[in-house]
T-cell receptor, first 115, second 116 residues
């Protein structure tokens, strides 16, 4: 099975700190995604990457950056954490299937609290 | 731009009742994929189904069934004889057919509570 691992389940950080959220997939997938989940808003795309060092902004990139130095690792960076970035963060990887189809697998999420 | 609307924020039913979760989508792609995910209280997203835009056959899997209607841009999900373990947040999602549009666009989710 495809596995996407997020290094932390829970994080508490202080306002102004630089925060790194790590995501690793073990199947050499090209496409990886970072989502933010908030009650009543569903999952919103922050950034995605379609190859090493390649990235594109999603719907809500403000206040975030990403890094993809190796194919298996996609990091989300909060340059200066703020309380409105308190949320659940989910990483996903897209993988090919037969017949030109594809699927997605998600990590278990990182619940970040900024105080 | 893609958009997914789940108008039902919360639904509460009594065990053994049938329940339908609505999903309406917007896309300009001619080829696209629709998904349903379940998120139990543990927080992990559990894949339930994927449907291709060129396949409008309805699908049944045990107590779950899906009704895809291109004419109304809807992809509704029905749980028959609901059980307490079905309590979760359910997300409908859409993915375009090519290029950078292949990211998943999610609806806001429907919180389903099944009461014993």
């Amino acid at each position: 099975d495809v596995k996407v691992t997020q290094s932390s389940r829970y994080l508490v950080k202080r306002t102004g700190e630089k925060v790194f959220l790590e995501c690793v997939q073990d199947m050499d997938h090209e496409n990886m995604f970072w989502y933010r989940q908030d009650p009543g808003l569903g999952l919103r795309l922050i950034y995605f990457s379609y190859d090493v060092k390649m990235k594109e902004k999603g719907d809500i990139p403000e206040g975030y950056s990403v890094s993809r130095e190796k194919k298996e690792r996609f990091s989300l960076i909060l340059e200066s954490a703020s309380t409105n970035q308190t949320s659940m963060y989910l990483c996903a990887s897209r993988f090919p299937q037969t017949g030109g189809r594809y699927g997605y697998t998600f990590g278990s999420g990182t619940r970040l609290t900024v105080v | 731009a893609q958009k997914v609307t789940q108008a039902q924020t919360e639904i509460s039913v009594v065990e053994k009742e049938d329940v339908t979760l609505d999903c309406v989508y917007e896309t300009r792609d001619t080829t696209y994929y629709l998904f349903w995910y379940k998120q139990p209280p543990s927080g992990e997203l559990v894949f339930l189904i994927r449907r291709n835009s060129f396949d409008e056959q309805n699908e049944i899997s045990g107590r779950y069934s899906w009704n895809f209607q291109k004419s109304t841009s809807s992809f509704n999900f029905t749980i028959t004889a609901s059980q307490v373990v079905d309590s979760a947040v359910y997300f409908c999602a859409l993915s375009g057919g090519s290029g950078s549009a292949r990211q998943l666009t999610f609806g806001s989710g429907t919180q389903l509570t099944v009461l014993p």
